[in-house]
């Protein structure tokens, strides 16, 4: 085996990854199937069915949710090796992962890793090959083996290294407006925004932007709304920047100016659709252009 650093004698994060990732570099794909199918409890199944994102196996366990945040890994094929959460499981014989494959791994065989080998495999492996030490554990001097070893332990315990996200991009809108009233710009379509059965929302955050440009020598203070609107109950503010009137525009023709708003969006649960708009009211009329960009991220876990 490899020349690993004592425990306490001062060894960085990156002289642990490395020293682990030499040992690795010694097996062949044999030999980490070996220990693989080892520590994931001896089980090796064989797909009959698969895709990108599925596998299939009658020899799976008949119980609903059982393997949710779990790890399949292919033993074979063009995808060997490559770890993918598991997100999705019909309760008798076909898996769902997360992200997909590259590639369909085919009628191979596969086995499942624990939450916690899994999370393991993932920082030293990688879904796609030999990745970099876990962000938990940024590596500088002095940093030992004990000192990784509990920041991943730390890591697994508050769920920072098994929560998955799924980010939902909205189509980019634009409205001019010539009146000084208040006027509701454009908004965003509906999305319906989903997570896998069994998980937990953690949060959702929205990243809207709206970038204006005078399109006549007029001068503007303009205030600003994030509105929200779910499952076409009636459009709710996100947050209100009306008195604060966050956007200038001097009483030259072609200037602009911009803003960014993050916020959280909570009341909501999956297969609901979200929607969201802005809210503008200048001091002014004249036309002015808005253009308005909506993100929307979810992060869940299976916990």
Not at 273 to 283: H, I, K, M, P, Y
């Amino acid at each position: 085996m490899g020349d690993h650093p004592p425990q306490g004698t001062g060894a960085t994060a990156v002289e642990v990854r490395d020293a682990i990732l030499d040992d690795a570099t010694r097996f062949s794909g044999a030999d980490i199937a070996a220990i693989l199918t080892a520590v994931g409890g001896g089980t090796v199944f064989t797909a009959t069915g698969s895709s990108t994102t599925t596998l299939t196996d009658a020899a799976l366990v008949d119980v609903a949710n059982n393997y949710l945040g779990q790890m399949a890994v292919p033993l074979a094929g063009d995808m060997a090796l490559q770890g993918r959460y598991i997100t999705i499981y019909n309760g008798t014989t076909q898996i769902t992962v997360d992200p997909a494959w590259a590639a369909d791994p085919g009628l191979v065989d596969f086995i499942i890793l624990p939450t916690a080998l899994g999370v393991l495999y993932d920082a030293l492996i990688g879904t796609t090959g030999l990745a970099a030490w876990p962000g938990g554990a940024v590596p500088g001097a002095g940093v030992n083996v004990v000192e990784v070893i509990e920041q991943i332990s730390d890591d697994l315990t508050e769920g920072k290294l098994t929560a998955f996200k799924r980010t939902y991009t909205y189509t980019t809108v634009s409205t001019s407006v010539s009146s000084a009233a208040e006027q509701d710009l454009a908004t965003s379509g509906e999305v319906a925004i989903t997570f896998p059965t069994g998980a937990t929302k953690l949060r959702a955050i929205v990243v809207a932007s709206l970038k204006v440009n005078n399109q006549t020598a007029a001068e503007h203070n303009i205030g600003v709304t994030l509105q929200n609107d779910i499952n076409n109950a009636g459009w709710a503010d996100l947050v209100d920047l009306t008195a604060n009137m966050p956007l200038t525009l001097p009483d030259v023709d072609a200037t602009a100016d911009a803003i960014t708003l993050v916020t959280e969006v909570d009341a909501f649960n999956t297969g609901d659709t979200v929607e969201f708009r802005f809210q503008v009211d200048s001091d002014n009329a004249g036309e002015v252009h808005y253009t308005c960009t909506f993100v929307v991220s979810v992060e869940y876990d299976f916990q």
